[in-house]
């Protein structure tokens, strides 16, 4: 493995074209923001696929987003979401399986869904996509 390679997709690595978009914090306080950005998938997703307990508690997560590279951060649009379990973090020397970073794509940024469907755009059709800040 490479020196500058992340062991996680939360390790960035040295050579990363990744621009961090909102700061890390915890989940509780931004979870309005993601929730009405249609983006409550995102947590049900990570309950369903995680292997620890502690993965699947929502006081337990930190959220963190990014622009994968200058582009998207030039046009406002984070496309990846990491959420963090701090208890999985406390354990590093646990191995491999406790897998404390879980990673959402975005695909496209801030755009209308409307040509999907075949349909003009609506507003209803839009891809938000959440940005915070840290206070």
């Not at 909102?22 to 369903?48: D, F, H, M, T």
């Not at 040509?115 to 940005?131: E, M, T, V, W, Y």
Request: proline content about 6%; overall charge positive; aromatic content about 10%.
């Amino acid at each position: 493995m490479l020196t500058n390679q992340p062991r996680t997709l939360a390790w960035e690595p040295l050579d990363s074209a990744h621009v961090l978009a909102c700061p890390r914090v915890p989940y509780l306080s931004v979870r309005g923001i993601i929730e009405n950005a249609g983006k409550a998938k995102w947590l049900i997703g990570i309950q369903q696929k995680a292997k620890h307990d502690c993965c699947r508690k929502t006081d337990n997560l930190d959220i963190e987003a990014w622009y994968s590279n200058a582009e998207q951060r030039d046009k406002g649009t984070p496309d990846i979401y990491k959420f963090y379990c701090k208890v999985c973090e406390q354990h590093p020397d646990a191995g491999g399986d406790r897998g404390y970073c879980h990673v959402q794509f975005c695909v496209g940024g801030t755009h209308p869904l409307g040509f999907l469907h075949g349909i003009n755009a609506r507003s209803d059709l839009f891809d938000i996509r959440p940005k915070w800040s840290a206070r």
